[in-house]
């Protein structure tokens, strides 16, 4: 199956940006929705971001809609998350998520069955 790896967490001040990167591996990489979810202290794991198997369809939790964008490098078997004006709210550890079902829609990625989890990246964002 796809094996995913998160990269490029780390401390920025808000207001700041990061990208973050999943490198996957598997022949089927190209064929799967891709999606980001993040935990914090003391919250559940919630859905950030997804994108189809293109790159032509993308979807946002409400609290990041307008500030990340997700996008894809099929050949290079990369997921990204750019995220800009970060929050101190947006403190959390950021995982990468292949879903069971590869072809899952972007809107119902959320509350859909993951196959696949990266091991996570820390985002700290400071006042």
């Known amino acids: 199956q796809v094996h995913l790896g998160e990269s490029g967490g780390g401390l920025v001040q808000a207001g700041g940006s990061l990208r973050l990167s999943c490198a996957a591996s598997?022949?089927?990489?190209?064929?799967?929705?891709m999606g980001w979810f993040r935990q914090a202290p003391g919250k559940e794991r919630e859905f950030v971001a997804a994108?189809?198997?293109?790159?032509?369809?993308?979807f946002y939790a409400d609290s990041v809609k307008g500030r990340f964008t997700i996008s894809r490098d099929n050949a290079k078997n990369t997921v990204y998350l750019q995220m800009n004006s970060l929050k101190p709210e947006d403190t959390a550890v950021y995982y990468c998520a292949a879903p069971r079902t590869p072809s899952t829609t972007v809107q119902v990625m959320g509350g859909s069955p993951i196959g696949s989890w990266g091991q996570g990246t820390q985002v700290t964002v400071s006042s």
């Open positions: 994108i189809n198997w293109s790159g032509g369809s993308t």
């Open positions: 598997g022949r089927t990489f190209s064929t799967y929705t």
